[in-house]
């Protein structure tokens, strides 16, 4: 419930995306994001965002604007996407990352918002944004995000940290999950994690 809820959708799965159309996936991993990393960055999304308070739809587009802004003048994406790149190689690097989830059609339409002036910050941002929130790329990843938030949620580590040394826990409920499309219930995935001894040893009384 809390993965699939509007705010997480929004906040940590648009996280997990960002990174993953920005750098594709981690060196010799099958995920886009460390735990560190995606727990900072989901609480610049979330801050003061409480679903169905207030005005939460304006402050939440306000946290995502400032975010992907910030996102995009970081030196690790300056780095792999230079400045003086053109908006077609842009465009195609964004879309390569995030396994060639855009239409031609997509692909055209982000590189005439760059235009003329593909190093501009904000436009960047725009369209990284765009990348992330295809919904071919959410459809693609979604397995794999919910997984990885097992980890993240219930154990409060990558997939591969101690005790584990590889990623052959995460592919074994990767392919579990696939298994029962999609349906973790049955999948007895959230129950393995809380009644895990790890997750009792750590975390319980």
């Not at 809390?2 to 060196?27: H, P």
């Not at 990284?128 to 693609?140: F, N, P, Y």
């Amino acid at each position: 419930a809390f993965f699939l809820s509007i705010e997480f959708q929004e906040t940590g799965y648009l996280v997990y995306r960002i990174y993953k159309s920005a750098f594709g996936n981690l060196t010799g991993a099958p995920v886009p994001v460390v735990f560190n990393d995606f727990m900072i960055d989901t609480q610049k999304i979330q801050t003061n965002v409480q679903v169905n308070v207030g005005d939460w739809q304006s402050q939440l587009e306000a946290n995502k604007q400032a975010y992907t802004l910030a996102f995009v003048q970081r030196n690790d994406f300056v780095g792999a996407f230079p400045v003086d790149m053109t908006a077609q190689a842009f465009v195609d690097k964004l879309n390569t990352n995030a396994g060639g989830v855009l239409s031609p059609a997509e692909v055209a339409t982000l590189v005439g918002v760059l235009g003329a002036t593909p190093g501009d910050a904000a436009k960047r941002s725009q369209v990284l944004r765009a990348v992330a929130e295809d919904s071919d790329l959410k459809t693609a990843e979604f397995n794999k995000a919910f997984v990885l938030m097992q980890y993240f949620g219930y154990l409060r580590r990558n997939p591969n940290d101690l005790p584990n040394t590889n990623f052959d826990g995460f592919n074994f409920w990767l392919e579990k999950l696939i298994d029962f499309n999609g349906d973790y219930i049955a999948a007895e995935m959230v129950k393995a994690f809380i009644t895990s001894d790890e997750y009792i040893h750590r975390f319980g009384p």
